[in-house]
């Protein structure tokens, strides 16, 4: 495989980690024992540290980009593998 292909698959895993990320580790004002300020949502987080959760989201990415990676050079799991509806000869018949 290419590296740029290898780095766009990176990427693609990246951004699906980040939404598997955020929700971890967010407290609302309520929960961090502090005053909302007048007009926020009491779902807001009480404080967003970006650096943070480029960090998570970098651990989470590299950790499922390495058993893929694994996946890709071993071919633990195949399209054959994955195929419960009999293979192509038996959806001919």
């Known amino acids: 495989m290419r590296w740029y292909s290898l780095l766009a698959i990176y990427f693609l895993f990246w951004a699906f980690s980040v939404f598997f990320v955020l929700p971890f ?8 024992g502090v005053d909302r300020v007048p007009g926020q949502a009491e779902s807001a987080p009480h404080e967003f540290n970006v650096w943070r959760i480029v960090y998570r989201v970098t651990i989470v990415a ?3 980009f390495a058993i893929f990676l694994l996946n890709y050079h071993y071919g633990w799991v195949t399209p054959h593998t994955l195929d419960f509806s009999g293979g192509a000869n038996g959806a001919a018949q």
């Open 25 to 32: 580790g967010v407290k609302t004002a309520d929960e961090a």
């Open 62 to 64: 590299t950790v499922a």
